[in-house]
């Protein structure tokens, strides 16, 4: 039966529900006020508005000052989201799910007042880094309620459809401020596109309170009637069924193994049975990955890109690069049919393989002199490229895997944890872009390149496969394995066993590798 308190609505109903009007306005924040004044900083008005990151007009004495300020600018919005992100590892466990993502969708609408009303520096930085903060804790949070809240079989394209929405809202920034850029004076060419962003945050404050608690947060919390009545919801079955039972007594496992483990923030930092440095390990790393390999650089500053390092003009340079974007949102739909059709592990190989590739051709093609029209056409047609690789694999499937390989207990602070790097990452990117594309040019784009280049081989023999699996089995494929390195090669002699059915002792499971290997 469905249920009054959630629209009438069970099972995938309510799911795809959800899909629409949280996780869509969530993730469409994040891209949108991310990218949200890359495309604005060159507008007449905005300059005069802000003299103080004036590079347009700027002479060569003060605009390599005026351009690290560009990019703090930029960047702030990062601190804030940095914080967000940490703060959920306290909060998101602390007081639930929905109350959290409630609270950031208020923080985003109202740093983004006070962006589209700032006359100085001082009020549009503040509210850059509300902004932020609450983007921080929906990047961080969502993903974490989405996954607790899907079953195994579609988690995977539940938790991509994230990097399809953020794709989304760079999609939408970046074709309303070219509509807007048209006005060519006045206020409203930068006021209004920041301002379009409060329609989503409303709609994601408006209907959180809808949608059931995650089911693991309210075992978690000694709420075991409440899990048992959301879980029976969001599978859309019976609460007595047997499924529901089963799915419920797998999680109490998971909580009473961890918590006689004694698992607690620190140990993080240390390996034990449960090997949970290794797996904050591939956290840390993967978002290390996706902001450093380059992903973050064309989608935010795409327009300057074009514009200055390609010499183009800058209308031209907010077409193509809304057209850039557009194709980014396209390609994010390779994603959602790849990633629980062939696993994880091969989306990231494929992506960063891609990205590297892209990232060398275009620090070929920028060395040459902007009057080479060759090199101008083959640098667009690598940025459009290398924007087809980053949403296969680094795009949404990054928050999925940091989620899925974390222990329950642990979950949000790992997820949090990681997504702050992520975070500090991209704070770096922002920060260091517009003086490094002023100083040392096409040079820039060999770092990328670099850093791309080592995701398939620390895929390869680092990360296991996660697809298929519930959150529960998951956990046990990190228990039961001989150690951090043998843990691929167990996962993958395991596939298709169900582990929550077959308890095993760890001279067994260390018998049996020894076994496969020979």
């Not at 890359?38 to 004495?61: Q, R």
């Not at 193994?257 to 290794?278: R, V």
């Not at 978002?287 to 031209?316: D, K, T, W």
């Not at 090199?375 to 499937?397: D, E, H, K, R, T």
């Amino acid at each position: 039966m469905g249920s009054k308190k959630y629209f009438g609505l069970q099972g995938h109903a309510l799911s795809r529900l959800q899909m629409a009007l949280i996780v869509a306005p969530s993730f469409i924040l994040f891209g949108y006020n991310q990218a949200g004044i890359g495309g604005l900083i060159t507008e007449e008005d905005w300059v005069k508005t802000f003299p103080e990151i004036d590079t347009v007009n700027a002479s060569k004495s003060v605009k390599s000052q005026k351009t690290t300020l560009q990019g703090f600018v930029v960047a702030v919005f990062v601190i804030g989201a940095l914080f967000g992100s940490l703060s959920c590892s306290y909060s998101g466990d602390r007081f639930g799910r929905r109350n959290v993502i409630f609270f950031a969708a208020i923080c985003t609408l109202i740093g983004e007042v006070l962006e589209a009303s700032a006359f100085g520096l001082p009020q549009f930085i503040v509210g850059r880094v509300i902004t932020g903060l609450g983007v921080g804790q929906l990047s961080s949070l969502v993903p974490v309620w989405q996954s607790e809240t899907s079953g195994a079989k579609n988690r995977g394209r539940h938790v991509v459809l994230d990097g399809l929405f953020i794709c989304l809202g760079y999609v939408l920034e970046s074709w309303i401020n070219l509509g807007f850029f048209e006005l060519h004076h006045g206020p409203a060419t930068w006021r209004v596109p920041i301002a379009i962003a409060g329609v989503f945050s409303i709609i994601l404050s408006a209907s959180i309170y809808n949608f059931p608690e995650s089911p693991r947060w309210l075992l978690m919390a000694n709420k075991a009637e409440q899990a048992r009545e959301a879980l029976a919801i969001l599978r859309g079955l019976p609460e007595d069924s047997e499924e529901v039972r089963n799915e419920i007594a797998g999680i109490e496992h998971s909580l009473e193994m961890t918590a006689n483990s004694g698992a607690k923030l620190s140990q993080i930092l240390k390996m034990g049975e449960d090997k949970l440095l290794y797996r904050f390990a591939l956290c840390i790393l993967l978002q290390f990955y996706q902001q450093m390999s380059g992903s973050n650089l064309i989608s935010v500053y795409a327009p300057i890109l074009f514009q200055e390092n390609l010499g183009l003009s800058s209308e031209i340079s907010r077409v193509l690069s809304a057209g850039a974007l557009t194709w980014k949102f396209l390609s994010s739909f390779l994603a959602f049919v790849a990633i629980d059709r062939f696993g994880r592990r091969a989306v990231f190989i494929f992506s960063g393989a891609g990205m590297s590739c892209c990232m060398i051709a275009l620090a070929i093609a920028t060395s040459f002199p902007t009057s080479n029209r060759a090199s101008q056409i083959a640098a667009g047609c690598f940025i459009y490229l290398y924007n087809m690789f980053v949403p296969i694999g680094f795009l949404g499937a990054n928050f999925l895997y940091c989620t899925e390989v974390a222990p329950l207990r642990l979950r949000m602070a790992m997820s949090s944890i990681s997504t702050a790097n992520h975070w500090a990452w991209n704070f770096v990117v922002a920060m260091v872009t517009p003086v490094a594309i002023y100083s040392i040019g096409w040079q820039y784009y060999i770092v990328f390149a670099a850093i791309a280049a080592c995701v398939p081989v620390s895929v390869y023999f680092l990360f296991p496969e996660t697809m298929g699996r519930n959150l529960e089995e998951i956990d046990l494929v990190f228990k039961r394995s001989p150690s951090a390195w043998a843990t691929v090669q167990f996962e993958k002699s395991h596939r298709g066993v169900d582990l929550t059915a077959e308890p095993e002792g760890k001279g067994d499971v260390e018998a049996k590798h020894e076994h496969l290997d020979t």
